[in-house]
């Protein structure tokens, strides 16, 4: 069935490329081997990736609210420091740096289980969809179970005192670990990741995005309806009141 419907698409093709060559007009060079097939575009609806244009969504709106002076991100999407550089300045670290030129960010090589701050440092620091990640050595870290416990204390340790701390991880009504994609965390089991931080905010994006894409303040036991929803979190170190 694959292959007739991709034996279908492509005499489609051919047969549009010859249709729009005859055009009568020469602005445009048109050959054949200057062709780039795109055989899956033509859908009724945009397709996107819910977790990740909502949660970079919801991490924009959290720093406009913020306004911070200055944000520290550790490996989250380039998307979301790209774009949230052009209204607060931003310093991304990741295991694999980025070679990604913009005015406002600033890019550098960073491990998340020793990052390069001092105690109590960080004003505002995110690190989202990444702890899910750490030791599941899809990236080519080392394995390690509790990698996730690890990173937690470790981003626990850099928030300074009053200072703010954006998580975004996978949720769901049980914790488990999908290798070595991913884990999926319990509402409450990611909290208690962060035991020196307080719960400021919790977001979901849900699995059933058809009435909201986005639930800001959402009630934590939505979470147990979820396999695979979207928890965003922000946390608050007490201190400096």
């Avoid at 051919?14 to 859908?43: E, G, M």
């Amino acid at each position: 069935m694959r292959k007739a419907m991709s034996i279908r698409m492509r005499m489609l093709f051919v047969f549009q490329y010859l249709s729009f060559k005859n055009n009568k007009s020469n602005r445009f060079r048109i050959r054949w081997h200057d062709r780039w097939p795109c055989y899956s575009d033509a859908t009724p609806f945009t397709g996107f990736d819910k977790h990740y244009v909502y949660h970079t969504a919801w991490a924009c709106r959290i720093l406009s609210e913020l306004s911070p002076e200055k944000h520290v991100d550790i490996s989250s999407s380039l998307y979301f420091c790209a774009s949230a550089s052009a209204f607060v300045p931003i310093e991304f670290y990741d295991y694999r740096p980025a070679d990604l030129r913009l005015g406002g960010l600033t890019c550098k090589q960073g491990d998340i289980l020793k990052l390069p701050f001092e105690d109590n440092q960080v004003e505002s620091l995110s690190c989202m969809h990444v702890i899910e990640h750490i030791g599941l050595g899809r990236y080519g870290d080392p394995l390690d179970y509790d990698g996730d416990l690890k990173a937690a204390q470790e981003l626990s340790r850099v928030v300074a005192l009053g200072g703010y701390l954006m998580v975004v991880v996978p949720v769901g009504g049980v914790s488990k670990i999908q290798f070595n994609a991913h884990r999926i965390y319990k509402h409450i089991d990611l909290v208690r990741m962060f035991p020196g931080l307080t719960l400021i905010e919790f977001s979901l994006i849900p699995d059933d995005s058809s009435t909201e894409g986005l639930i800001r303040h959402a009630d934590e036991e939505l979470v147990e309806r979820q396999v695979y929803g979207c928890g965003c979190f922000l946390f608050r170190k007490p201190g400096n009141e």
